[in-house]
């Protein structure tokens, strides 16, 4: 007899990997010419990322959303501050080392505080436009 749930489950971590590895490219694409130097302005000036985000990149972004959008949606909190750190520290450990690294004064863990607030307003802008 097939068990339903198992395939269920397959498939199931199948999308949740898709929509992953999607994102995950796209996030590096953005990293492209991004220094540590930018990134620590960005970071104590507390700069707005999707505000400045060239409309070119968000309609880009649009061309992701009519292939992947309904798998982005559904396992969108799959896709968090967490994860992106990972691939940060993996794929860009310089830019990494200075979101964790941002001097006290500016607040307690204020690179991470940031990150996570870009993090997620990107993903609900993004959902936004879905």
């Given amino acids: 007899m097939v068990d339903l749930s198992k395939i269920k489950s397959f498939a ?6 898709i929509a992953t590895e999607v994102v995950r490219g796209w996030f ?9 130097s ?8 507390d700069t707005d990322l999707w ?5 070119d990149i968000k309609n880009a972004g649009m061309k992701y959303k009519k292939t992947y959008g309904n798998l982005f949606k559904q396992y969108q909190d799959e896709i ?4 992106l750190l990972t691939w940060l520290k993996d ?3 310089a830019l990494f080392s200075t979101i ?3 001097p006290p004064e500016y607040g307690p863990n204020a690179g991470l505080v940031w990150f996570d607030k870009q993090v997620y307003k990107i993903k609900r802008e993004i959902i936004n436009m879905m």
């Avoid at 199931?12 to 990997?17: H, R, V």
């Avoid at 590096?28 to 540590?36: A, F, I, S």
């Avoid at 505000?51 to 409309?55: I, L, N, Q």
């Fill in 12 to 17: 199931k971590n199948l999308g949740i990997g």
């Fill in 51 to 55: 505000s400045m985000t060239p409309g």
């Fill in 100 to 102: 964790i690294n941002i």
């Fill in 91 to 93: 794929d860009h450990p």
């Fill in 80 to 83: 968090n501050t967490e994860m």
């Fill in 38 to 45: 930018d990134l620590y302005d960005a970071v104590i000036t």
């Fill in 28 to 36: 590096n694409e953005q990293l492209k010419g991004v220094t540590p």
